[in-house]
């Protein structure tokens, strides 16, 4: 079971796993061995709540295709075992940040003194510029 919140879990069941060959350098082993993790998770049968399914289908991410399936491929590590914890780990993280609203923005209202510190400035840049002026002799 993937745990993402105190909440909302993810049972194994949901969650497809395979073992694939990694890409790039490595050697003889590299032909031998299935070390990376390819994770499949479709989104629409999983029993995450609606809200967090619409936004994960909302993302622009290159992981979540069209079909509404997570796809994350893990290949970083030399053994299976830490490319699927990698796997896992990418895909609680991918969650989470749906779950979690950024706060909203309170605008505020720049203070007196940043004002008049504002309007000195101005004028100061103003006189400057009229001294830059042709000078009648």
Known sequence: MLQISQHIAIPDDEIDM???????????NVNKVSSAIHLRFVIQASSLPEGIKEKLLALKDSRVTKDGVVIIKAQQHRTQEQNRADALHRLRVLIKSVIYAPKKR??????????QRRLESKTKKGQRKTLRGKVDY
């Open 18 to 28: 395979q073992a694939v060959r990694a890409q790039g350098a490595g050697g003889q």
């Open 106 to 115: 309170i605008p505020t209202k720049p203070t007196k003194g940043s004002k």
